[in-house]
Each structure stands twice: as structure tokens, then as C-alpha cells.
């Protein structure tokens, strides 16, 4: 059973008006509990209710007309995952999905940055031309959130507002579109498993009406129900490892829906270039007392500050057939076991 703990709100529209109270809950409920609801961001909920709606018509296609943009025709991992074919801690997770990222020519292989790999054209399905336009729109709206978001966490934390800005020149966005099928239990225990996001943060819209997020908050889980018009937001190991752990990248699991149901969701993760770094923090002592340092990623493997070392490594383990069929030589690489 969960915890009933209910996440913090923090309002984005007084953050961007420098309230000093919200700077300092934005503060806490980071370096605290790692989530929270995010009002005041300004994208309209009838956004969602359109790429959402969209999504349901993509997902109700024949299985072998959603199979024509499969994630294994793709290099760059793009595209459709069938059901059960993404996993998370070695465990299959329960859902189906489109993976969207940023729209872009295939790039030349480059051993010193073996991320390369990774950028590339989308696939969409043309039963659905809607969906393109919602998708790039809410990735559009949603990035431009996450980058008022980043600027007062720096405030927050004592940098100047632009502190993250030139890592995010050219960021690595990517939006999945999930489905979660209802199932009798027998099927798999995790819609998605036990994990922390690799990237810098995470603004997620789950399907109001629906449940399953779950958090991890003092070793319980607790729930996370949606709430209309509002992200639920979490920042990834990336501001973990610029702050030395004073902020806080959460462990979170998806359960799948009761029988006979089904759930939609739209994780938005907004990312700095594969190339880049992002700038540490220099902490006012106050704060650096309360750093815990960095730890391991959620396999108990190395965290890297190059984000496109870890957004390769999660693409490798999460998708083990496009890694095999595209980069066996990937999987030999020290630096992405």
C-alpha cells in the first residue's frame, strides 16, 4: 500500500516573478522529495487533451500497422515499442510507446562520441497525421517550461539565471507517448520498473482520471495522481551531479492499470547536448553542507557528466534489440556497461 504523502506544488508564474517563497520551495522539494505538481506554466491542458487524443487513435491501429515505424527500423531509437519491449532493471515493463525526439538528420559515426548515434529523423505513423503537429507543439510548450524552470532552480540555488542556458543551446528533448494496458496481474508487476531519469529534468502528463506513478520517499512509495492542467516534475542525475547531490534525482515506478482500463502518458525529458556537460553549482556553504555527493545510476553503475554517455547507456539497456541489431560494438564499450 502507499504512503498517502502528497507531492508539493510549486507555481512556475511566480518563480518567473522572482518570489522569493517559491524560490525557496523549489529549493526544498528538490533537494527533499525530487517532485512535485508544477502550476503557472501556461500550456493549456487542451494541448494535452489533443496529443492525447491523437495518441489513442496511433494505438488502436492494427499491431502490424504500428510495426511499420518500429524502434528496430531505427538506429536512433525512434519510433514505436511494442508491448513488453522496453526494459527497466532487466525486468520487461508493461506499456507500448512512441519514442520523439528532436528532428534531425542521421549524423556520421564518431568514435570519440559514440552519443552521435542517437540523432536522427522521427518515424510517424501516416495513419495519424495529426499526431506530428501535437507532438512537436507539446515539445515546443513543454521545453519552453523546462527552461524557466532550470533558470530558477539556478536563482534558487544561488548562480545567476543563465547559468544552464549554453549547455541547453542546442538540447536533446525527447517526449514518449505511452500507453499502459490494464491487465489481471498475471501478465507483469511493472508498468514501468524502479528507476531515476538520466537527463536534467522531466515534465511529465499523465491521462487525468488515471493512477499508477508511484515515488519513492523515505524507502515507501508513495502516489502521485495526476491533476489536470498540471506537469508532475522531476530533475534527472544530471542536476544531481552539478549540485554534488544537494538536489535529488528520485526513485519512481509506473504500476499498470486495473483490468480492463487503459493510460495515457506524455514524459517530456528536457536535455542538454549530447556533448555537453552541465556547469556545477558553487554552492553557498549553507548548502554545500547539505550536498550528499553523487551516487551511482539506478543499475549501480557509473554516472557520467556527459549527458550523451548516459542517454546512450539508458538507450542500450532499455532497448536491447536495437542494440544488437545496430551497435553490437556499442555494448563492448567500457563506459556503457
Known amino acids: 500500500m502507499a504512503a498517502e504523502t502528497e507531492l508539493p506544488t510549486i507555481d512556475l508564474a511566480a518563480l518567473d516573478a522572482g ?5 525557496r520551495a523549489l529549493r526544498t522539494a528538490t533537494h527533499g522529495l525530487g517532485f512535485f505538481y508544477l502550476t503557472g506554466h501556461g500550456v493549456d491542458a487542451d494541448a494535452a487533451d ?14 502490424q500497422r504500428k510495426r511499420a515505424i518500429e524502434n528496430v527500423r531505427s538506429p536512433h531509437f525512434r519510433g514505436y ?3 513488453g519491449g522496453e526494459r527497466t532493471q532487466g525486468r520487461v515493463d508493461w506499456r507500448e510507446q512512441l519514442d520523439i525526439g528532436a528532428e534531425r538528420s542521421a549524423a556520421a559515426p564518431d568514435p570519440q562520441r559514440p552519443w552521435r548515434v542517437l540523432d536522427g529523423p522521427n518515424q510517424w505513423p501516416a495513419e495519424v497525421p495529426r499526431l506530428r503537429g501535437a507532438a512537436l507543439e507539446w515539445m515546443d510548450r513543454a521545453g519552453a517550461a523546462g527552461m524557466r524552470l532550470l533558470r530558477a532552480w ?12 549554453r549547455a541547453f543551446a542546442d538540447p536533446d528533448p525527447l517526449l514518449k507517448i505511452v500507453r499502459y494496458p490494464g491487465h489481471d496481474g498475471t501478465v507483469s508487476g511493472q508498468g514501468v520498473g524502479g528507476h531515476k531519469d ?9 491521462e487525468p482520471g ?11 512509495w508513495i502516489d502521485a495522481p495526476p491533476r489536470r492542467g498540471s506537469f508532475i516534475v522531476n530533475i534527472g542525475e544530471l542536476l544531481e551531479v552539478a549540485t554534488d547531490g544537494y538536489l535529488k534525482a528520485t526513485n519512481h515506478k509506473v504500476l499498470p492499470p486495473p483490468d480492463g482500463s487503459d493510460r495515457i502518458s506524455l514524459p517530456f525529458f528536457l536535455n542538454p547536448g549530447f556533448d555537453q556537460k552541465l556547469p556545477p553549482v558553487e554552492l553557498v556553504p549553507a548548502l554545500a553542507s547539505q550536498a550528499r555527493g553523487v551516487g551511482q545510476d539506478s543499475h ?12 546512450l547507456k539508458s538507450r542500450l539497456r532499455a532497448h536491447p534489440d536495437v542494440a544488437r541489431r545496430f551497435h553490437q560494438d556499442l555494448l563492448e564499450l567500457p563506459d556503457l556497461r
Open 154 to 165: 539556478a536563482v534558487s540555488l544561488g548562480a545567476s539565471a543563465d547559468h544552464f542556458d
Open 198 to 206: 538520466v537527463g536534467a529534468l522531466t515534465l511529465l502528463y499523465p
Open 81 to 83: 515499442t511494442v508491448l
Open 19 to 23: 518570489d522569493p517563497a517559491e524560490l
Open 210 to 220: 488515471t493512477s499508477g506513478l508511484q515515488v519513492e520517499a523515505d524507502g515507501r
Open 300 to 311: 549501480g553503475g557509473r554516472l557520467h557528466a556527459v549527458y550523451g554517455l548516459n542517454a
Open 50 to 63: 489533443a496529443l492525447i487524443a491523437a495518441a489513442r487513435e496511433f494505438f488502436m491501429l492494427p499491431e
